[in-house]
């Protein structure tokens, strides 16, 4: 890939900021709105707006420091993209649902909502860093600008919102910043030979042998990659959005500018200190721990 293939200064830093997770100005709406089921990921079941056992009086979690090991793995997975503390301070205004607990129930219909509209943003300020997309920035800067309107509209509107709609809307711009991006790596024959593997979208490669596949500027939207192997695999220029990567193995990979990778993908999977990633997505503390065990 071109040293030119992104130009991240031209994204104001605090609206890239504002768009990570800051638990300490959130009501623990994501152990408290959200429901898990037992499974390998919850140690136990919890239904929607019925706030978590480990969940205290100041909205911490009393087993932060051990949820891997008393199986909450996917609490640690789990990321809100900042939209806790903007539905925590913002839209209600620092009104918390355990002092108020008349706005609990709308207070957790409206996270989830917030959640996605938050995580559009996500995407639409990295697809105005991709070079090739150049071309529709202004139209991803309209749909930035409607997404962050629509954050900022009171509780009662937000569930008005037709969330699916606006998503399919935002998807489709994505789609063609994406298409941009890799249909220019893929005129240059010489940095993308004739063995780089191809897969669709969605592709159910659950368990796949990927070690060391060439999967440059692959489309890998929605793509199953549950405990796929893809050590030292190159990924970058991939699309992964909405990619599956619980216990997909990325040691050694290389995804420093793979396209609208998140940070609970990053969580889900399994690496090590070889594992390259994007600038703005960080090394998960738990990757240390696998560190010594077999690959």
Known sequence: MSENYKYPESIPHNRRSS??????????????????????????????GQPCQNL??????GVH?????????????????????????????GKDWLHAPGSA????????????????????????????????????RLALNETERLTQLDSDLILKLEIAAHRAEVNALLLRASELV??????????LPGNRKTHGRGADLIGAKLRGADLRCANLRGAYLI???LRGANLRGADLIGADFRDANLRGADLTDSIFLTQAQI?????????????????????SSLVNKSC
């Open 182 to 191: 890799r249909t220019e790596a893929l005129r240059k024959p010489k940095a």
């Open 267 to 287: 969580n889900a999977a399994k690496g090590d200190a070889g594992t390259k990633l994007p600038p703005l997505l960080s090394r998960p503390t738990h990757w």
């Open 227 to 229: 405990a796929a192997d």
């Open 19 to 48: 768009l990570q997770a800051d638990c300490e100005s959130c009501f623990g709406l994501c152990c408290a709105a959200l429901p898990f089921a037992a499974s390998a990921d919850f140690a136990m079941d919890k239904d929607a």
């Open 105 to 140: 129930q709308q207070m957790f219909e409206v996270f989830p909502i917030m959640r996605q509209l938050h995580e559009l943003l996500w995407y639409l300020l990295e697809a105005l860093t991709f070079q090739p997309a150049r071309p529709i920035h202004g139209e991803l």
């Open 65 to 93: 420091n051990s949820l891997r090991e008393l199986g909450f793995r996917g609490c640690t997975v789990y990321d809100c993209f900042g939209a806790g503390q903007k539905v925590s301070r913002v839209t209600f205004g």
């Open 56 to 61: 205290q009086g100041d909205f911490r979690c």
